[in-house]
Nanobody, 123 residues
């Protein structure tokens, strides 16, 4: 499975962006998926995750109410809609996929990772 994240860019505080994560190589329709981010000088952190069928999702407290994860299994693509962006949201955003059963928000449990897309939010 190859994952390609896109949609990052430079925006101002309060703006919105939508990130996409396109999967190739095989369908990820049976995989749980997630978004993680890493800011300069900080460790990677969980942002949001979604079950294989989109029936359950969770978001980090820091983005709850501003970010929404979703997926389209027909398109083999996952999304992260980000609104009311803040400078502290500046980071490289990575998408990931997890084989097998078991919902997780822990990065170490995910099997496949994309290269990341940079989001920069200026104040």
């Amino acid at each position: 499975v190859q994952l390609q994240a896109s949609g990052g860019g430079v925006v101002q505080a309060g703006d919105s962006l939508r990130l996409s994560c396109a999967a190739s190589g095989r369908t990820v329709s049976t995989y749980n998926m997630g978004w993680f981010r890493q800011a300069p000088g900080k460790e990677r952190e969980f942002v949001a995750a979604i079950t294989w069928n989109g029936g359950f999702k969770s978001h980090a407290d820091s983005v709850k109410g501003r970010f929404t994860i979703s997926r389209d299994n027909v398109k083999n693509t996952m999304y992260l809609q980000m609104s009311s962006l803040k400078p502290e949201d500046t980071a490289v955003y990575y998408c990931a996929a997890k084989r097998g059963y078991g919902y997780s928000t822990q990065g170490e449990t995910f099997d496949y990772w994309g290269l990341g897309t940079l989001v920069t939010v200026s104040s």
